[in-house]
């Protein structure tokens, strides 16, 4: 492993904070993934780079080293990225915004907001199934921005550095045909769809086994869980072949209806991550905050999920723990 600045950035977060569990907190990472962070980058530098016992974390000599060349390096790299920004910003060149998405049901409404700010700006969009690949992707300088989802509390794996930051929280839904018995209530009991055969949209995150803990809740062990594109789960549950799980905000088509699982066995959070050393980097709390307002704009075509949401301010866009404001179907702001 090459040593980079994010992994000076993690030694120097130990160090101010004393502890390996308060810098995952600072970095927005989880902390046993900052442990195999620290332990690989100990393994480059060829030796244990702190003390840690139940009062926390102390630097070594070698980490004292470590940490004097890093307090050096940092904030010279970032002035020498503040002084390019000031340089490209004076020039007339459009920006350019490079998008990767999983499943992101709104992501033409985030281009449509970007362009409209920007609109010299060059915008391109690329989908895969993979948030591996799209990371791997930012960190080799081919993408700028990734907008991918997580099951409940858990974030994308900080393998590649990536900073990552909450768009929007959401009850997974089931899709089902319009003449299911169940599509007559507004809340279905996952108990009650047990005998069902399920199709979801692939991924390689943990949502095949979140959806596995969550029917073990209910009492029963789920059928076979099929995975293919977008357009092959509608066509299955179409066929009444399979009910299926999409996100809250999919828009489903005629003869098929979206139902909210009763007590939201299952969350799904929206999650928008850049690399912090990127020249995207600069931009990056301007297309989240774009982000956030894009899902807005696709709440007015569900106003019912929006009533939902604002009787439930845990879910949605939070900032602070409370769901933001957003706008009904009339374009009316509620809170």
């Not at 045909?177 to 507004?186: D, I, K, L, V």
Request: aromatic share 6%; glycine share 8%.
């Amino acid at each position: 492993m090459n040593l980079e600045l994010r992994h000076l950035r993690v030694v120097c977060a130990i160090a101010e904070t004393g502890s390996v569990t308060k810098a995952a907190s600072t970095l927005g990472l989880a902390q046993p993934a900052l442990t195999a962070q620290l332990q690989r980058i100990e393994r480059t530098l060829g030796g244990p780079l702190f003390e840690r016992d139940r009062r926390g974390a102390r630097p070594t000599a070698l980490g004292e080293l470590v940490l004097a060349r890093a307090r050096v390096l940092l904030p010279a790299m970032k002035g020498l990225q503040d002084e390019a920004a000031r340089l490209a910003g004076a020039t007339d060149a459009p920006r350019r915004y490079r998008f990767g998405g999983v499943n992101s049901p709104f992501l033409g409404r985030l281009v449509h907001r970007v362009a409209a700010a920007q609109p010299q700006a060059q915008i391109t969009t690329y989908a895969s199934w993979s948030v591996d690949e799209l990371a791997q992707l930012v960190v080799g300088g081919r993408l700028d921005f990734v907008l991918t989802g997580v099951c409940g509390d858990s974030s994308p794996s900080a393998e590649c550095g990536l900073s990552w930051r909450e768009v929007s929280v959401d009850p997974v839904l089931v899709l089902l045909p319009e003449s299911h018995p169940m599509a007559e209530r507004e809340e279905v009991r996952l108990v009650d769809l047990r005998h069902e055969q399920w199709v979801a949209a692939p991924g390689d995150g943990c949502f095949g086994d979140c959806f596995a803990a969550a029917c073990a809740r209910a009492g029963f062990t789920p059928r076979k869980l099929y995975e293919t594109d977008v357009r092959g789960c509608v066509d299955l549950v179409d066929a009444g072949e399979a009910v299926a799980l999409c996100q809250a905000t999919f828009r489903p088509p005629a003869g098929l209806v979206t139902r909210r699982l009763a007590g939201v066995p299952l969350r799904w959070r929206l999650m928008f991550g850049w690399h912090p050393d990127s020249p995207a980097a600069r931009a990056a709390e301007w297309v989240l905050q774009t982000a956030k307002a894009a899902y807005d704009d696709s709440l007015a075509s569900h106003p019912a999920y929006l009533a939902w949401l604002v009787a439930n301010p845990a879910f949605g866009v939070r900032r602070s723990g409370v769901l933001a404001p957003v706008a009904d179907a009339n374009g009316v702001r509620t809170a």
